[in-house]
């Protein structure tokens, strides 16, 4: 290799360092962009949350009062009964994909308390004592979709399964 050409190199190196940059940066704006879409869109939701978690607590309130949930939380050591598992739902947007998880559960004083994770670690919770808490801080697509598992009573399917499952 000659001097001529080392500079060359150098040169050329450059100049895909640039184009890299101008890549990213594109990428970045697209990805913002995405973001801000998706962010609107949570929003303009806005006025549907508080009513979905004003369902879910009433359906919480109901089935915290049964012999079901007393019997299932007392053969449990994990503080409350599961009843909901997805992607992030204290994000917008909403979540999903590979190593990423959420749990919700009704626990003794009738508060759901939120925990997510990421594989194998825990990460965030948060305990929500009313429907305003709950709207605030989960995303329209988790709450939709836990009031569409207790509305089509999935959820006595999802209870069973993670409390219930051979091996446990």
């Known amino acids: 290799m000659s001097l001529k050409n080392l ?3 150098i040169e050329t190196h450059g100049e895909w360092e640039k184009l890299e940059q101008r890549r990213h940066a594109v990428e970045t704006a697209a990805q913002q962009a995405e973001l801000a879409i998706k962010k609107e869109q949570e929003n303009a939701l806005a006025a549907e ?3 979905i978690a004003k369902k879910i607590f009433a359906w ?3 089935f915290a009062v049964t012999d079901t949930y007393k019997k299932i939380l ?3 050591s994990q503080g409350g009964v599961h009843i909901y598992g997805g ?8 979540s999903e994909g590979f190593g990423i998880w959420s ?3 009704v626990r003794p004083d009738g508060t759901l308390r939120y925990i997510a994770g990421f594989k194998y670690a825990g990460g965030r919770q948060i305990d929500f004592a009313t429907p305003e808490q ?4 989960l995303n329209h697509t988790y709450l939709f979709r836990l009031w569409n598992k207790i509305e089509t009573e999935e959820v006595y399917g999802i209870i069973e399964n ?3 499952r051979s091996g446990k």
């Open 49 to 51: 949350k508080l009513p």
């Open 134 to 137: 709950l709207a605030a801080g």
């Open 87 to 94: 992607g992030w739902g204290h994000e917008v947007p909403h």
């Open 103 to 105: 749990r919700l559960d």
């Open 74 to 76: 007392a053969g449990t």
């Open 60 to 62: 919480v309130s109901d």
């Open 162 to 164: 993670w409390h219930f």
């Open 7 to 9: 500079e060359h190199a």
